[in-house]
C-alpha cells in the first residue's frame, strides 16, 4: 500500500492543484451561479479520482504486494503479478532475464566442471612421471638421490593441494560424514608425512586415547592434519623438537590440539595467517610456505562443522586447535 501511495502521490497533489483553481477560476469571474455548484463539482471530481485510485489498486495489488515483499529468494522467480499490462510487462521482462541468468549460469558451472575435470586429470597424470622417478632412484646415489626424493616430495604435496583446491567449490558433493578414531587419523597422517619428520628430526608425541572417535569425513580430515603437520615441522626450526597431539572432551565435543616447539607466529600475523596466500614474515623468511594451507584448513573445517584456532607465542611454538564432534557423545544421544 506504501508503495501505491508512494507512486500516485504526483496525481493526487495535481488533482488538489487543480480543485483550488476551480474555485479561484469561478471567484475571477464574478458572482453569477451559487458557490454550492462549484462544491458539487469538486467532490464529483474527488469521487472519480477515489474510484480510479481504488480501481488502480485493485488492478495492481499484487505486484505491489510482490515489490513490497522483505522475502526474496536467492534465484529469480516467476511470481503472479496480475494480468493487467503493467505487471504483465514487468512478469515477461522477468522471464526474460531469468532465462538469461539462468543460461549464464549453466556456461559458468559447464566451464567450472570442465576446469575441474581437467585439473582432476593433470594431477593424475603428474602423479604417474613422479612415481617412475621415484623408482628410478633407488638405482641412484644415496646422497644426490635424498635431496631429489625431497624435492619430490615437494612436488607431492604441491600436486595434492592443487587437487583439493580445486575439489573445494565441489565439496558438497565429495564427503561422507562418518565416526572415525581420532588417534587412528593422527597416526595415519604422521605415517604419510614420516619422510618429512625424519628428515627434519621431529619427533612425534601422541597423547590421544584409542577409544576416542569424532564425526568428520576421513580424506579430508586427512588433508587438513596433513597441511597442518608439514606447517608445523617445518617452522619447528632445528632437528630435536617435538609435535605434541593432545585430545580431551568438551561437552559434545573434542578438542585436538597440534602443538609445535618452533618459531612460533608474530602476533601481528596471528590473525591473518588463514587469509589465503599469506605467508608473512616467518613465511618469506624460511621459504616453506604457499599461504594456502591454513586457508584450505579452515575453509574445510567449516565445510565439516568443525572449527580451527591458533594459539602461538613468539620464539616458542605454536598450537592449532582442532574441535570437532564426539562422535561418542553424539552416539549415546541417537541410541
Given at each position: 500500500m506504501?508503495?501505491?501511495?508512494?507512486?500516485?502521490?504526483?496525481?493526487?497533489?495535481?488533482?488538489?492543484?487543480?480543485m483550488?483553481?476551480?474555485?479561484?477560476?469561478?471567484?475571477l469571474?464574478?458572482?453569477?451561479?451559487?458557490?454550492?455548484?462549484?462544491l458539487?463539482?469538486?467532490?464529483?471530481?474527488?469521487?472519480?479520482?477515489?474510484?480510479?485510485?481504488?480501481?488502480?489498486?485493485?488492478?495492481?495489488r499484487?505486484?505491489?504486494?510482490?515489490?513490497?515483499s522483505?522475502?526474496?529468494?536467492?534465484?529469480?522467480?516467476?511470481?503472479?503479478l496480475?494480468?493487467?499490462?503493467?505487471?504483465?510487462?514487468i512478469?515477461?521482462?522477468?522471464?526474460h532475464y531469468?532465462r538469461?541468468?539462468?543460461?549464464?549460469?549453466?556456461r559458468?558451472?559447464s566451464?567450472?566442471?570442465?576446469?575441474?575435470?581437467?585439473?582432476?586429470r593433470?594431477?593424475?597424470?603428474?602423479k604417474?612421471?613422479?612415481s617412475?622417478?621415484q623408482?628410478?632412484l633407488?638405482?641412484?646415489e644415496?646422497?644426490?638421490?635424498?635431496?631429489?626424493?625431497?624435492?619430490?616430495?615437494r612436488i607431492?604435496?604441491?600436486?595434492?593441494m592443487?587437487?583439493?583446491?580445486?575439489r573445494?567449490?565441489?565439496?558438497?558433493?565429495?564427503?561422507?560424514?562418518?565416526?572415525?578414531?581420532?588417534r587412528?587419523?593422527?597416526?595415519?597422517?604422521?605415517?604419510?608425512?614420516?619422510?618429512l619428520?625424519?628428515?627434519?628430526?621431529i619427533?612425534?608425541?601422541?597423547?590421544?586415547?584409542?577409544?576416542i572417535?569424532?564425526?568428520?569425513?576421513?580424506?579430508?580430515?586427512?588433508?587438513?592434519?596433513?597441511?597442518?603437520?608439514?606447517?608445523?615441522?617445518?617452522?619447528?626450526?632445528?632437528?630435536?623438537?617435538?609435535?605434541q597431539?593432545?585430545?580431551?572432551?568438551?561437552?559434545?565435543?573434542?578438542?585436538?590440539?597440534?602443538?609445535d616447539?618452533?618459531i612460533?607466529?608474530?602476533p601481528?600475523?596471528?590473525?591473518r595467517?588463514?587469509?589465503?596466500?599469506?605467508?608473512?614474515?616467518?613465511?618469506r623468511?624460511?621459504?616453506?610456505?604457499?599461504?594456502?594451507?591454513?586457508?584450505?584448513?579452515?575453509?574445510?573445517a567449516h565445510?565439516?562443522?568443525?572449527?580451527?584456532?591458533?594459539?602461538?607465542?613468539?620464539?616458542?611454538?605454536?598450537?592449532?586447535?582442532?574441535?570437532?564432534?564426539?562422535?561418542?557423545?553424539?552416539?549415546t544421544?541417537?541410541?
Open positions: 506504501k508503495l501505491f501511495l508512494r507512486e500516485h502521490l504526483p496525481l493526487m497533489l495535481f488533482f488538489a492543484v487543480q483550488l483553481l476551480v474555485p479561484l477560476l469561478y471567484w469571474a464574478g458572482e453569477g451561479r451559487p458557490f454550492t455548484v462549484v458539487y463539482g469538486v467532490l464529483l471530481s474527488s469521487v472519480v479520482l477515489l474510484a480510479y485510485l481504488v480501481y488502480r489498486y485493485l488492478s495492481h499484487t505486484m505491489y504486494q510482490e515489490l513490497s522483505q522475502e526474496l529468494s536467492e534465484e529469480f522467480s516467476n511470481p503472479p496480475g494480468d493487467a499490462p503493467l505487471p504483465e510487462a512478469r515477461e521482462r522477468i522471464s531469468e538469461l541468468y539462468r543460461e549464464q549460469l549453466h559458468h558451472q566451464g567450472t566442471d570442465q576446469h575441474l575435470a581437467f585439473v582432476n593433470w594431477v593424475h597424470q603428474m604417474t612421471p613422479l617412475v622417478i623408482l628410478t633407488d638405482e641412484v644415496e646422497a644426490p638421490a635424498e635431496h631429489i626424493r625431497e624435492e619430490l616430495e607431492r604435496k604441491g600436486l595434492e592443487v587437487l583439493y583446491t580445486a573445494l567449490d565441489r565439496f558438497e558433493q565429495d564427503f561422507a560424514v562418518e565416526a572415525v578414531r581420532l587412528a587419523a593422527v597416526s595415519e597422517s604422521v605415517v604419510e608425512n614420516r619422510k619428520f625424519i628428515r627434519k628430526g619427533t612425534p608425541v601422541f597423547r590421544i586415547d584409542d577409544r572417535s569424532v564425526y568428520t569425513d576421513a580424506k579430508w580430515f586427512r588433508f587438513m592434519l596433513g597441511q597442518i603437520l608439514t606447517n608445523a615441522v617445518n617452522y619447528s626450526g632445528s632437528p630435536g623438537k617435538k609435535i597431539f593432545t585430545a580431551e572432551e568438551a561437552g559434545k565435543h573434542i578438542k585436538l590440539r597440534i602443538r616447539e618452533g612460533g607466529i608474530a601481528e600475523d596471528i590473525n595467517v588463514f587469509h589465503p596466500y599469506f605467508t608473512g614474515e616467518r613465511g623468511q624460511y621459504h616453506e610456505s604457499t599461504g594456502m594451507g591454513l586457508y584450505l584448513v579452515r575453509e574445510i565445510k565439516l562443522d568443525h572449527s580451527v584456532e591458533l594459539e602461538s607465542t613468539l620464539g616458542e611454538g605454536t598450537t592449532v586447535i582442532l574441535t570437532l564432534r564426539n562422535a561418542a557423545i553424539q552416539g544421544s541417537h541410541s
